[in-house]
């Protein structure tokens, strides 16, 4: 009795001609993710948005300096001539004296342009600058090198079906 059971069972399988396989198994994942410069909160994604300044906008005589942003003009103002003395020398009276010889020389010193740059023996370049006024689109603000305007960007979490 033990045969013909083992023989009813196994024969539906021979009569069907069914080949026990093993089918490959497909992993489905989910994976969420913001665009590029963006990052991830909570339920949505968040970035910074830069545009270009709408406008830059100087008071007349200060023209943009594009390296400093900001609006400058050059004054070139006198400074009195200074003597110096090479060592061994002393200053007096507007000459150099040496005490030992007797000698007299005369020196003229540079411009001391504090704050500026020297334009030959007597004159000094100041710069003289001032704020731009950096105009935006509605809803951005100049960023702190003022170079470009910013504001933060909101979008959707992207989602993308992966098949391992």
């Known amino acids: 009795m033990k045969k013909r ?20 198994k497909k992993i489905i994942e989910h994976e969420y993710y913001c665009e590029e410069g963006q990052t991830m909160v909570s339920d949505h994604c968040e970035g910074l948005v830069s545009v270009d300044p709408v406008s830059i ?3 007349p005589d200060f023209p943009f300096n594009e390296t400093s942003r900001k609006c400058e003009r050059v004054l070139t103002i006198p400074v ?3 003597y110096y003395c090479d060592p061994g020398f002393e ?4 000459k150099c004296i040496n005490d030992e010889t007797g000698e007299v020389r005369y020196r003229n010193a540079r411009p001391e342009c504090r704050g500026g740059v ?43 079906i992966i098949e391992r």
């Open 80 to 82: 009195p001539k200074d």
């Open 57 to 59: 906008t100087c008071d």
């Open 5 to 24: 059971l083992l023989i009813l069972i196994l024969l539906p399988i021979i009569l069907t001609g069914c080949k026990i396989s093993h089918s490959e």
């Open 91 to 94: 200053l007096r009276n507007g």
């Open 118 to 160: 020297p334009n030959g023996i007597d004159k000094c370049d100041l710069i003289d600058q001032r704020e731009a006024v950096f105009v935006c689109e509605e809803g951005y603000t100049p960023n702190q090198l003022k170079v470009k305007c910013e504001k933060i960007g909101i979008s959707e979490i992207q989602e993308r």
